[in-house]
């Protein structure tokens, strides 16, 4: 039997080193863009937010003032019908202050998670299929 001899390339540890470059080039690329995508919706969310935040103010204003109204009449004062109204905008704030740790930071903080993982667990699923 004859043995086989190895096939030589000349320039096999500089290919492989310009590979090794070029994979790592385009890795960095690939995690630059998943941080600018994910980013962008990290910003896109909190924006939405703030403008959920400002129209949901002007309408806990607005309704503030038609119920200190409506209880300046059932009161037949000024002081009594906004103070009602202040009461229950202390209530509110004395239950979302009693809330924010189990509920209202828990909430935040999952979706900052579900954001940041959500995708890159769909990559990884992608990458083991291939």
Do not use: C, N, W
Request: proline share 2%; hydrophobic share 50%.
């Amino acid at each position: 039997m004859e043995q086989e001899k190895p096939v030589e390339q000349p320039h096999f540890f500089k290919d492989l080193h310009d590979l090794v470059q070029q994979y790592i080039a385009d890795r960095l690329l690939m995690i630059k863009l998943q941080m600018a995508e994910k980013s962008a919706r990290v910003v896109s969310l909190v924006f939405t937010g703030f403008g959920i935040a400002l129209l949901s103010f002007f309408v806990l204003l607005f309704l503030g003032l038609m119920g200190g109204y409506y209880f300046t009449q059932l009161t037949d004062s000024h002081v009594a019908g906004f103070g009602i109204m202040a009461g229950i905008f202390l209530l509110l704030a004395l239950i979302m202050i009693a809330l924010r740790k189990k509920v209202i930071s828990k909430f935040i903080s999952d979706m900052v998670i579900r954001i940041f993982f959500d995708q890159t667990a769909e990559d990884d699923d992608d990458e083991i299929k291939k």
